[in-house]
């Protein structure tokens, strides 16, 4: 469970953190928002999708297609892919709106993540003799706020999209030893839409740098091969030790490209 409370002087002053040894905290998510700056990184990694959130889209990373689970995520904690999402990278921390502040943000951290301890215990300082930030603090603090900077431009880039009428469903079919699963909910990049596009229109996604995100989301659909997959490959703890398990996993699975024209993705 993740309980981000605001960090405070009252509440963390006698305590200290420690950065996470793996990311197990993960392992629930299928779906993790990310930002234009780490588009093609992420392209290269895993799917990219929009995902529809009250009457908006956003641009999201996929890391599964079942519900609460991360094929990203290997035995021990293990990251799988050659890029780890910047939403996961500051934790325990996170930066969330402040409340009442529309375009404030201020630092969290998941106060369940059991990483924090006591002052006595090693870990890192949340504070300086000042009262600000630590010196352990303030790197990750500058990097959640540039991440949430770029967030703000994802999103006008992702409403031009929206907006262009060029966003689409994505039906993709699971295709199991049991029975075939239409996964919804998801939406691509049309790119016949895109091509056709007039010039005005075409002029405003490039003025708002909505063209990267689109051609971006396109390349990134090769990667559905990645997540089929992993999931064939996690699905092996069942029948085999974890070690061997590991053994079997591969340094990177960049080279694994290729996606069905029909968008079914075979699960045996």
């Known amino acids: 469970m993740v309980q981000f409370v605001p960090v405070s002087r009252e509440r963390h ?12 905290f ?12 780490e588009l ?36 021990g904690g293990r990251w799988l892919g050659s890029h780890i999402p910047a939403w996961y990278r ?15 943000a201020i630092l969290c951290i998941d106060e369940d993540s059991k990483l924090i301890v006591d002052g006595v215990d090693a870990g890192e300082d949340f504070f300086d003799a000042d009262g600000g930030p630590s010196q352990a603090v303030r790197p990750i603090l500058d990097m959640l706020s540039e991440i949430e900077r770029n967030r703000k431009a994802t999103r006008l880039a992702v409403s031009a999209l929206s907006e262009a009428g060029i966003i689409q469903p994505w039906p993709i079919k699971l295709k199991t030893a049991q029975a075939e699963q ?14 056709k596009l007039g010039d005005d229109a075409f002029l405003k996604l490039r003025k708002t740098a909505a063209l990267p995100l689109a051609y971006g ?17 996690q ?34």
């Open 217 to 233: 989301q396109l390349l990134s659909m090769g990667q559905v091969r990645v997540l089929e997959y992993l999931a064939k490959l």
């Open 182 to 195: 239409a996964i919804t909910g998801l939406h691509r990049i049309d790119e016949t839409a895109l091509n």
């Open 40 to 75: 093609f990184r992420v392209a290269l990694a895993m799917p990219i999708a929009f995902v529809e959130h009250s009457g908006r889209y956003q641009l999201m990373a996929m890391l599964s297609f079942t519900p609460g689970r991360n094929m990203m995520v290997g035995p």
């Open 13 to 24: 002053s006698g305590k200290k953190w420690r950065l996470a040894d793996s990311y197990s």
């Open 235 to 268: 699905a092996a703890p069942a029948q085999k030790p974890a070690q061997n398990v590991l053994a079997m996993l591969p340094e990177s699975i960049d080279s694994l490209f290729g996606m069905a024209e029909d968008d079914t993705v075979k699960f045996k």
């Open 90 to 104: 500051g934790y325990p921390f996170h930066l969330l709106p402040r409340e009442g502040g529309a375009d404030e």
């Open 26 to 37: 993960t392992a629930r998510d299928a779906l993790v928002p990310i930002v234009a700056a």
